[in-house]
T-cell receptor
Framework: DAGITQSPRHKVTETGTPVTLRCHQT?????MYWYRQDPGHGLRLIHY???????DKGEVSDGYSVSRSKTEDFLLTLESATSSQTSVYFC???????????FGDGTRLSIL | GENVEQHPSTLSVQEGDSAVIKCTYS??????FPWYKQELGKGPQLIID?????GEKKDQRIAVTLNKTAKHFSLHITETQPEDSAVYFC????????????FGTGTRLTIIP
């Protein structure tokens, strides 16, 4: 299995609080992605990174920011969490062109 | 942007029978089509993928077919086993694995012993 660790695995928080999710990889892969998974929507891309300090938006980026200060860590931040951001969040990584994405086991986030 | 539709949303088959899941995509420039299997409490795991220069690919009991003209691709699982029960997702992208993936909405496959 690809060396991807997501933390925390579960979190419950209140509306309006900031939340940061972490994705840590031990594969030294260049590309990292954050997705959210909701019933009836499959997985949707939030943000992705193509290198240290290089990030770009996905299709559902509103309300989220990301940072990547080193190759192994990709952080997803909800500056002021809303109930609509209750979801399961997955991180994925890939090495280079022509390689598939591999996923972590997710973070279940509940915002009350 | 790309849109991927997946059918059916649920599928039940008798153990030993075959299962087929179908996806259609909208962007004719898409050229990479992976399939993922997701078990409860886990992240999606790649089970097979196909690129647009290939019409079919097999890996033991799993096969994927691609029809570029019709813009659809299908997952075929033969001789189904109880451990095949899971949620399956198709996806499409413009690149070769490092590009943004657009996913279908998933198919919950149940194998009946």
């Amino acid at each position: 299995d690809a060396g991807i660790t997501q933390s925390p695995r579960h979190k419950v928080t209140e509306t309006g609080t900031p939340v940061t999710l972490r994705c840590h990889q031990t594969e030294n892969h260049r590309y990292m992605y954050w997705y959210r998974q909701d019933p009836g929507h499959g997985l949707r891309l939030i943000h992705y990174s193509y290198g240290v300090k290089d990030t770009d938006k996905g299709e559902v980026s509103d309300g989220y920011s990301v940072s990547r200060s080193k190759t192994e860590d990709f952080l997803l931040t909800l500056e002021s969490a809303t109930s609509s951001q209750t979801s399961v969040y997955f991180c994925a990584i890939t090495d280079r062109t022509n390689q598939p994405q591999h996923f972590g086991d997710g973070t279940r986030l509940s915002i009350l | 942007g790309e849109n991927v539709e997946q059918h059916p949303s649920t599928l039940s088959v008798q153990e030993g029978d075959s299962a087929v899941i179908k996806c259609t995509y909208s962007d004719s420039a898409s050229n990479y089509f992976p399939w993922y299997k997701q078990e409860l409490g886990k992240g999606p795991q790649l089970i097979i993928d196909i690129r647009s220069n290939v019409g079919e690919k097999k890996d033991q009991r799993i096969a994927v077919t691609l029809n570029k003209t019709a813009k659809h691709f299908s997952l075929h699982i033969t001789e189904t086993q109880p451990e095949d029960s899971a949620v399956y997702f198709c996806a499409a992208s413009l690149g070769f694995g490092n590009e943004k993936l657009t996913f279908g909405t998933g198919t919950r496959l149940t194998i009946i012993p």
